[in-house]
C-alpha cells in the first residue's frame, strides 16, 4: 500500500507536468480515473485486509472499512465526473478520500511507541496530501484542469505540493512494518531521525522524477513548431531558396539584404528610363 501512494504521487507529477494534452484526448477528467482506481482499489481491500476463518482484530476492522469507504466514495467521483455541458468536470472526492485515510492511519493502534509516531506522521502527511489536492482543485485551479487552459504546460508552485505529500506518506507507510519499528526501537533510534530519513528519501525520488520527465520534454518536444514539408517541384517558397527539398526560412539579415537589392534595383531601372527618354528626344 506504500508503493501505492508513492506510485500516485508518480501518476499525478505526470499528469502534471506531461499529461495534460492526454487527458485532454480522453475527453475525461483527471478525477474519473483516480476515483475509478479508489473504487477497485477499495473493492480489492474489502475482502483481503482481514484473513477468513481467523478471530476479526482491531486492525482488521479499521482496514476493511477503509475499503469499504474507498468503493464507495469512488463511485460518487465516477458520477461526479461525468460530462455536463459537454465537457468533464472536476471534484474533490479523491482528495476527501485521502483525508480521511490519513485520518484513520494516524490513529492507527500500534505496539510499539515508536511505531505509533511513526504512524501518526504518516496519517498526517497523508492527510496534507488529500487537504492539499482540495485546494488545488477548489482554489488554485479552480476547476480548470491546468492553470492556463491554452497552454497544457503551466503550473503553479503549489501544485508541486500534492504529489511530494504522497511520495513521503508512501515511504513512511512502508517503512513502518513490524520488523523495522522493533530493529530501531531495539538500536534506540527516535522517531524524529527515523522520519527525517524517509522525507529526504521522498524528496530524492521526486527530484529524480522531475529530472526524468524534464528530459524527456526537453527531447520530445520540439522547441519551435514543425513547417510543413514544401513541393519538392516547386523552385521558391515565399521568395525564400530551397536546400533540399526543405524551405530556408528567411531571417532578419536576409531580409535587409534583400530590401537593399531591391533598392538598388529599382535605382538602376529608373536610369535606363532617363537614358532611354534622352536617346528618344
Known amino acids: 500500500m506504500g508503493s501505492a501512494f508513492i506510485g500516485y504521487g508518480i501518476v499525478l507529477t505526470l499528469l502534471l507536468l506531461v499529461g495534460q494534452f492526454w487527458l485532454r484526448r480522453t475527453g475525461r477528467s483527471q478525477e474519473f480515473f483516480d476515483s475509478l482506481i479508489i473504487a477497485a482499489w477499495g473493492c480489492v481491500n474489502t475482502f483481503t485486509e482481514h484473513r477468513w476463518g481467523g478471530p476479526w482484530v482491531h486492525n482488521d476492522l479499521q482496514h476493511t472499512a477503509m475499503g469499504i469507504i474507498w468503493w464507495c466514495a469512488g463511485l460518487v467521483g465516477i458520477w461526479l465526473s461525468r460530462k455536463r455541458d459537454g465537457r468533464p468536470k472536476r471534484n474533490v472526492i479523491p482528495g476527501v478520500v485521502i483525508l480521511l485515510t490519513g485520518y484513520a492511519m494516524s490513529s492507527h493502534p500500534q505496539n510499539l511507541p515508536l511505531s505509533t509516531m511513526v504512524h501518526t506522521v504518516f496519517g498526517y502527511t497523508l492527510m496534507g496530501a488529500g487537504l492539499t489536492r482540495i485546494i488545488e482543485i477548489s482554489f488554485v485551479l479552480q476547476d480548470?484542469?491546468?492553470?492556463?487552459?491554452?497552454?497544457?504546460?503551466?503550473?503553479?508552485?503549489?501544485?508541486?505540493?500534492?504529489?511530494?505529500?504522497?511520495?513521503?506518506?508512501?515511504?513512511?507507510?512502508?517503512?513502518?512494518?513490524?520488523?523495522?519499528?522493533?530493529?530501531?526501537?531495539?538500536?534506540?533510534?527516535?522517531?524524529?531521525?527515523?522520519?527525517?530519513?524517509?522525507?529526504?528519501?521522498?524528496?530524492?525520488?521526486?527530484?529524480?522524477?522531475?529530472?526524468?520527465?524534464?528530459?524527456?520534454?526537453?527531447?520530445?518536444?520540439?522547441?519551435?513548431?514543425?513547417?510543413?514539408?514544401?513541393?519538392?517541384?516547386?523552385?521558391?517558397?515565399?521568395?525564400?531558396?530551397?536546400?533540399?527539398?526543405?524551405a530556408r526560412i528567411p531571417n532578419a539579415a536576409d531580409r535587409q539584404i534583400r530590401d537593399a537589392e531591391e533598392f538598388e534595383l529599382e535605382g538602376l531601372m529608373s536610369d535606363d528610363e532617363d537614358v532611354g527618354k534622352d536617346a528618344h528626344r
Open 144 to 246: 480548470k484542469n491546468t492553470v492556463d487552459d491554452k497552454d497544457g504546460e503551466a503550473t503553479n508552485s503549489f501544485q508541486y505540493l500534492p504529489p511530494f505529500l504522497l511520495y513521503a506518506s508512501g515511504f513512511l507507510f512502508m517503512g513502518a512494518t513490524e520488523e523495522q519499528m522493533q530493529l530501531l526501537s531495539d538500536a534506540g533510534v527516535t522517531h524524529v531521525a527515523y522520519i527525517l530519513i524517509l522525507y529526504s528519501i521522498a524528496f530524492l525520488l521526486f527530484l529524480f522524477v522531475n529530472m526524468l520527465l524534464h528530459l524527456y520534454a526537453v527531447h520530445a518536444w520540439p522547441t519551435t513548431p514543425s513547417k510543413p514539408r514544401p513541393d519538392p517541384e516547386s523552385q521558391h517558397v515565399n521568395g525564400a531558396a530551397l536546400a533540399n527539398g526543405h
